[in-house]
């Protein structure tokens, strides 16, 4: 088993461009999460999907972010247009039940300048 | 008051003492409760499960929930160099994904 796959690893941008991250969960789970990482504020949950389907975007910071689920084994999180305060560690998760266990991918390193 | 409380550290045990680390919620319905340890850089890790009160032993690890005083707990027995992380607690509601806490960091001084 591959575990989660986050792409990419590392990523540094300019203010104002459009940011692109991805995810492929575990084959057969059917709940995928993102999670933000800072030191101020820890582990955020940005949004969720059970079965492709957003259930709850109520961690989105505003507008400038979207999440997508296209299919069972990929995900999409955009920031457009981006800035310096978005530079955190985006973790991508994914689970096979109801019962909350989630496994993360390796994260993706933002950095806004 | 924030769902998940911990404290954030850093907790510095030495070399084969136990090290407890506590966490406390704030909502009754929690269903499911883990423990992630996560080293510098890297990703969570599940470490530990448990869903009832009392105490749940795996290895080196013990779990301990009280729901009743909304309180779970992880006890690492003969701590080694390797297990210095941030160990976060994590709930899960049945309601949203899993919550977490802010983490707290363990240092165990050879």
């Known amino acids: 088993d591959a575990g989660v796959i986050q792409s990419p690893r590392h990523e540094v941008t300019e203010m104002g461009q459009e940011v692109t991250l991805r995810c492929k969960p575990i084959?057969?789970?059917?709940?995928l999460f993102w999670y933000r990482q800072t030191m101020m504020r820890g582990l955020e949950l940005l949004i969720y999907?059970?079965?492709?389907?957003?259930?709850?975007d109520s961690g989105m910071p505003e507008d400038r972010f979207s999440a997508k689920m296209p299919n069972a084994s990929f995900s999409t999180l955009k920031i457009q247009p981006s800035e310096p305060r978005d530079s955190a560690v985006y973790f991508c998760?994914?689970?096979?039940?109801?019962?909350?266990?989630?496994?993360f991918g390796q994260g993706t390193r933002l950095t806004v300048v | 008051q924030k769902e998940v409380e911990q404290n954030s550290g850093p907790l510095s045990v030495p070399e084969g003492a136990i090290a407890s680390l506590n966490c406390t919620y704030s909502?009754?319905?929690?269903?499911?409760f883990f423990w992630y340890r996560q080293y510098s850089g890297k990703s969570p890790e599940l470490i530990m499960s448990?869903?009832?009160?009392g105490d749940k032993e795996d290895g080196r690890f013990t779990a301990q929930l009280n729901k009743a005083s909304q309180y779970v707990s992880l006890l690492i027995r003969d701590s080694q160099p390797s297990d210095s992380a941030t160990y976060l607690c994590?709930?899960?509601?049945?309601?949203?994904?899993?919550?977490f806490g802010s983490g707290t960091r363990l240092q165990v001084q050879p």
């Open positions: 998760a994914s689970s096979s039940w109801t019962e909350g266990l989630a496994f």
């Open positions: 084959s057969g789970h059917n709940s």
């Open positions: 999907f059970n079965n492709n389907v957003p259930i709850d």
């Open positions: 909502d009754r319905v929690s269903q499911s």
């Open positions: 448990i869903y009832s009160n």
């Open positions: 994590a709930l899960y509601t049945g309601r949203r994904a899993l919550t």
